[in-house]
């Protein structure tokens, strides 16, 4: 090991770079190895993550003081590496910069390593598999969606050197699409310096590390502090200047939720308030279950829940609906023996899918004596309970009792995409195609992985509608469903298709000769008006709807269900893992593949209450209709009006 030299006089040391006292002195002198700095923006706190590893070079432990920092992009790397840059040379003269494609590390005298890394899905954890890391740092760690990458590497932070210090740390801002499972990670733990241990013993601590702490950059670049306090975003600007981490950036939420005014804490609720409950059913994914009740003012309050949270976000507990019934029934024992009901109570339309022989969902909550009403989800009627939300919120009609925390750790908080402030990043829990699934555009068939990076007009639940951020998520497991006319789509298990039955089915759950329901939109030609733009399925039947439209108004888009033109299911099969694409369709939220079947993403269970509630918009729901094949079932079918005023 090279001898150091020390200074023979104090006038001859020469200081660098020193921590400022706060944020930055906590973080770097913190034993405990699972740290999170965390804070706004400008606070210094790359600096502090090199730091922390520069700190043990020099100290003996050599070659086996291996570190690296990670970043989702190679383009985030420019400005770790720029500071790198500044603060190494003149700590370690005798360090050595290698670079090469998609390898940059620092190299220094006595045999460390500090490596910069990029990791964007959990299959780039093979190239570091079996190595002995024992610095693990991740900067921005809000722009990884889940925390499946910093999870798996875990099993790399290790040293087989006894007395080598490890380290597992990471820096990030509120806001990015991995703001959620942060959040939970760290920040709710409680005030920073709280110290969280789990089963396993393994403890955890977030610190603030504050722009207000950084004198230098209200020194040297002071603007840099107006353009923060500048910023005309006001959940933004909360985000980046004052790193609050409770923010509503984008979706339809934004401006709109307020935690001072909407969430509340509870009270006795009188027993003359009308009461109900909603459901967004789930096994893999955690199943949402909502009590509400109604003031005379007409106020709506969800003042219970009931969650099926795996552990971690966006992970279910896989626990059978029998058992969630029953405990359903065992948390409304003493309303029931208080003379309350619950009436009228909207659940996930896919617990009443066809399962074969199987008794449904549906069926199996009935047994319990938990009865639901099936919530209209066909294409559009997402944007309905959006919009009731946005509503309620807005004329303060709609709180939430501070005790439904999955409520309000999940949805105040949904992110927006990066490229569209209006559109929520659906990076957060997507249901994707590998890139060649062909889908429906105004230019035709197209792949989907060739519209990554491009916008335009793809077919959806009421026509042609602007599609955004089509992009690459992840590397996923997924399935390969066939239908009756030789068409294949290769997609994630938990990917929702519309079915015939007007409900939503996850292609894990499809059956052999399950019905989906297909995309018709007319074409500029009297000819083409009649003819679905999807393949034609059965001649006799379209033979009756190019009779029965002649009475509709050619230019209504529709969608085509059961007799007219079905779509079956053939099979449904394991098709390993691939890369696989997504993107946003605004307002409907749906759109169409080239064999014309259309698909969706999810939904939850506070739409359906406030849609099944509302005193001035509801999804109309039917248990009776027209008969099947009729032309007022095929208006009803085609009928792009869902919405209807009551009484």
């Given at each position: 090991?090279?001898?150091?030299?020390?200074?023979?006089?104090?006038?001859?040391?020469?200081?660098?770079?020193?921590?400022?006292?706060?944020?930055?002195?906590?973080?770097?002198?913190?034993?405990?190895?699972?740290?999170?700095?965390?804070?706004?923006?400008?606070?210094?706190?790359?600096?502090?993550?090199?730091?922390?590893?520069?700190?043990?070079?020099?100290?003996?432990?050599?070659?086996?003081?291996?570190?690296?920092?990670?970043?989702?992009?190679?383009?985030?790397?420019?400005?770790?590496?720029?500071?790198?840059?500044?603060?190494?040379?003149?700590?370690?003269?005798?360090?050595?910069?290698?670079?090469?494609?998609?390898?940059?590390?620092?190299?220094?005298?006595?045999?460390?390593?500090?490596?910069?890394?990029?990791?964007?899905?959990?299959?780039?954890?093979?190239?570091?598999?079996?190595?002995?890391?024992?610095?693990?740092?991740?900067?921005?760690?809000?722009?990884?969606?889940?925390?499946?990458?910093?999870?798996?590497m875990k099993s790399c932070s290790r040293c087989?050197?006894?007395?080598?210090?490890?380290?597992?740390?990471?820096?990030?801002?509120?806001?990015?699409?991995?703001?959620?499972?942060?959040?939970?990670?760290?920040?709710?733990?409680?005030?920073?310096?709280?110290?969280?241990?789990?089963?396993?013993?393994?403890?955890?601590?977030?610190?603030?590390?504050?722009?207000d702490d950084n004198p230098a950059i209200f020194?040297?670049?002071?603007?840099?502090?107006?353009?923060?306090?500048?910023?005309?975003?006001?959940?933004?600007?909360?985000?980046?200047?004052?790193?609050?981490?409770?923010?509503?950036?984008?979706?339809?939420?934004?401006?709109?939720?307020?935690?001072?005014?909407?969430?509340?804490?509870?009270?006795?609720?009188?027993?003359?308030?009308?009461?109900?409950?909603?459901?967004?059913?789930?096994?893999?994914?955690?199943?949402?279950?909502?009590?509400?009740?109604?003031?005379?003012?007409?106020?709506?309050?969800?003042?219970?829940?009931?969650?099926?949270?795996?552990?971690?976000?966006?992970?279910?507990?896989?626990?059978?609906?029998?058992?969630?019934?029953?405990?359903?029934?065992?948390?409304?024992?003493?309303?029931?023996?208080?003379?309350?009901?619950?009436?009228?109570?909207?659940?996930?339309?896919?617990?009443?899918?066809?399962?074969?022989?199987?008794?449904?969902?549906?069926?199996?909550?009935?047994?319990?004596?938990?009865?639901?009403?099936?919530?209209?989800?066909?294409?559009?009627?997402?944007?309905?309970?959006a919009q009731l939300i946005i509503n309620a919120?807005?004329?303060?009609?709609?709180?939430?009792?501070?005790?439904?925390?999955?409520?309000?750790?999940?949805?105040?908080?949904?992110?927006?995409?990066?490229?569209?402030?209006?559109?929520?990043?659906?990076?957060?829990?997507?249901?994707?195609?590998?890139?060649?699934?062909?889908?429906?555009?105004?230019?035709?068939?197209?792949?989907?992985?060739?519209?990554?990076?491009?916008?335009?007009?793809?077919?959806?639940?009421?026509?042609?509608?602007?599609?955004?951020?089509?992009?690459?998520?992840?590397?996923?497991?997924?399935?390969?469903?066939?239908?009756?006319?030789?068409?294949?789509?290769?997609?994630?298990?938990?990917?929702?298709?519309?079915?015939?039955?007007?409900?939503?089915?996850?292609?894990?759950?499809?059956?052999?000769?399950?019905?989906?329901?297909?995309?018709?939109?007319?074409?500029?030609?009297?000819?083409?008006?009649?003819?679905?733009?999807?393949?034609?399925?059965?001649?006799?039947?379209?033979?009756?709807?190019?009779?029965?439209?002649?009475?509709?108004?050619?230019?209504?888009?529709?969608?085509?269900?059961?007799?007219?033109?079905?779509?079956?299911?053939?099979?449904?099969?394991?098709?390993?893992?691939?890369?696989?694409?997504?993107?946003?369709?605004?307002?409907?939220?749906?759109?169409?593949?080239?064999?014309?079947?259309?698909?969706?993403?999810?939904?939850?269970?506070?739409?359906?209450?406030?849609?099944?509630?509302?005193?001035?918009?509801?999804?109309?729901?039917?248990?009776?209709?027209?008969?099947?094949?009729?032309?007022?079932?095929?208006?009803?079918?085609?009928?792009?009006?869902?919405?209807?005023?009551?009484?």
């Amino acid at each position: 090991m090279a001898e150091a030299t020390l200074p023979s006089t104090e006038s001859e040391l020469k200081i660098v770079w020193t921590p400022y006292p706060g944020g930055q002195t906590k973080f770097l002198t913190c034993p405990i190895k699972e740290i999170f700095a965390e804070g706004n923006r400008g606070g210094g706190k790359t600096d502090t993550l090199l730091m922390k590893y520069l700190r043990y070079v020099g100290l003996g432990f050599g070659a086996a003081w291996t570190g690296v920092i990670f970043r989702r992009e190679y383009k985030h790397l420019d400005d770790i590496i720029k500071k790198s840059k500044r603060w190494i040379p003149q700590l370690f003269p005798g360090a050595r910069w290698l670079a090469s494609k998609g390898d940059y590390k620092w190299v220094f005298p006595d045999g460390e390593e500090l490596l910069f890394r990029v990791m964007k899905d959990v299959d780039a954890y093979w190239s570091f598999h079996g190595h002995e890391l024992p610095f693990i740092g991740w900067e921005e760690l809000t722009n990884w969606p889940t925390d499946e990458c910093y999870e798996v590497m875990k099993s790399c932070s290790r040293c087989s050197i006894p007395g080598v210090p490890k380290f597992y740390v990471s820096t990030g801002n509120p806001f990015g699409a991995g703001h959620n499972w942060v959040k939970e990670r760290f920040i709710d733990l409680g005030p920073e310096g709280t110290v969280a241990q789990d089963e396993q013993g393994n403890v955890r601590v977030r610190i603030n590390v504050s722009l207000d702490d950084n004198p230098a950059i209200f020194e040297n670049d002071p603007e840099y502090v107006k353009q923060l306090e500048g910023i005309k975003n006001p959940e933004l600007k909360k985000a980046w200047r004052y790193g609050d981490w409770d923010i509503v950036v984008g979706g339809f939420l934004q401006g709109i939720w307020d935690n001072k005014i909407h969430k509340v804490s509870p009270f006795k609720i009188p027993v003359d308030w009308p009461r109900w409950r909603a459901m967004d059913w789930g096994s893999a994914k955690p199943y949402s279950i909502g009590w509400y009740c109604m003031s005379p003012e007409g106020e709506i309050y969800r003042y219970r829940e009931l969650y099926g949270y795996g552990g971690k976000p966006n992970t279910g507990t896989r626990e059978n609906a029998t058992a969630v019934a029953k405990a359903i029934f065992k948390i409304e024992a003493k309303e029931r023996k208080a003379g309350i009901r619950f009436l009228k109570n909207p659940a996930d339309s896919a617990m009443w899918a066809d399962v074969g022989n199987e008794l449904s969902i549906y069926d199996l909550f009935k047994n319990q004596k938990v009865r639901w009403i099936k919530s209209k989800k066909g294409p559009g009627s997402r944007i309905i309970g959006a919009q009731l939300i946005i509503n309620a919120l807005t004329e303060n009609k709609f709180f939430v009792f501070d005790t439904c925390t999955h409520w309000l750790r999940t949805v105040p908080v949904l992110m927006p995409n990066s490229s569209n402030w209006e559109d929520v990043d659906t990076e957060m829990e997507d249901h994707c195609f590998v890139g060649d699934t062909e889908v429906m555009t105004s230019n035709g068939m197209v792949a989907i992985k060739e519209l990554v990076g491009k916008s335009g007009l793809i077919a959806s639940a009421d026509g042609y509608r602007k599609f955004l951020n089509c992009r690459k998520t992840r590397y996923a497991n997924v399935v390969k469903v066939t239908f009756e006319d030789g068409s294949e789509v290769v997609c994630t298990p938990d990917h929702k298709f519309v079915g015939g039955e007007n409900c939503w089915i996850e292609a894990k759950d499809l059956k052999e000769q399950s019905t989906l329901m297909l995309f018709q939109i007319p074409s500029k030609s009297f000819w083409g008006k009649c003819i679905p733009s999807a393949r034609l399925k059965n001649n006799v039947f379209n033979t009756v709807r190019i009779i029965l439209r002649l009475k509709r108004n050619k230019s209504v888009p529709c969608i085509a269900q059961e007799t007219v033109r079905p779509l079956r299911v053939v099979s449904v099969e394991p098709a390993g893992k691939a890369n696989v694409y997504c993107m946003s369709v605004p307002v409907t939220h749906a759109f169409a593949l080239s064999n014309g079947v259309l698909v969706s993403n999810c939904w939850d269970e506070t739409m359906y209450s406030l849609r099944s509630r509302h005193k001035v918009l509801s999804v109309e729901h039917k248990e009776e209709g027209p008969k099947v094949g009729t032309f007022g079932w095929l208006e009803q079918v085609t009928s792009n009006k869902v919405i209807r005023d009551i009484d």
